[in-house]
């Protein structure tokens, strides 16, 4: 049996992110957003899960921020979250997804922001009432946030100029 392991993306994984990414979510937008995101210069953590040198499952924190009455706060927001189909369920991403978290605490990230399903992303500890009052167009129980540290508790907030590309 062989071990999964993570490191941080390389420019060499860029095709085979893309592959996981369409793979994963059965349409080009977020591996266009990943491109985007990464000539744009707003990723933070871009981390992949390789299981026998094949590049199985992908995760992406982009800079956001969070515009409030004391300025902006710089905060990451966790999308896309990406595993080849035939690997759920196996624990890529949840993997993935702890080690990108201690990754970010230890670069002194104290806010993330998620858009997703609240019983999955609620196992890592983003609560939607830590997000209900910031403000956003995508407001509701999907918007979910963790800090890990000082954060601000509502404003504005302000995702990387690549988002707005993407399908509503």
Do not use: N
């Not at 390389?10 to 990943?34: C, K, M, N, S, Y």
């Not at 982009?62 to 990451?76: E, T, W, Y």
């Not at 991403?93 to 702890?98: C, D, K, S």
């Not at 858009?115 to 992303?121: E, F, H, R, S």
Request: glycine share 12%; aromatic share 8%.
């Amino acid at each position: 049996m062989s071990m999964m392991s993570i490191r941080a993306a390389t420019p060499r994984d860029r095709e085979a992110i893309r592959l996981v990414e369409e793979h994963a979510f059965g349409q080009q937008a977020e591996a266009g957003l990943v491109d985007a995101l990464v000539t744009g210069g707003d990723a933070v953590a871009e981390l992949v899960a390789e299981e026998e040198g094949q590049v199985v499952g992908h995760i992406l924190f982009s800079r956001l921020f969070v515009q409030g009455k004391g300025g902006k706060f710089a905060a990451v927001a966790l999308a896309p979250l990406a595993v080849e189909p035939s690997f759920h369920g196996s624990g890529i991403g949840g993997a993935l997804i702890r080690e990108a978290h201690i990754r970010l605490r230890d670069a002194g990230e104290t806010l993330s922001v998620v858009l997703g399903d609240p019983a999955y992303y609620g196992r890592f500890g983003y609560t939607h009432a830590r997000a209900e009052k910031f403000e956003s167009g995508h407001q509701g129980a999907s918007l979910q946030a963790l800090a890990w540290g000082d954060a601000p508790e509502s404003g504005r907030l302000i995702y990387a100029s690549a988002f707005a590309a993407l399908p509503a």
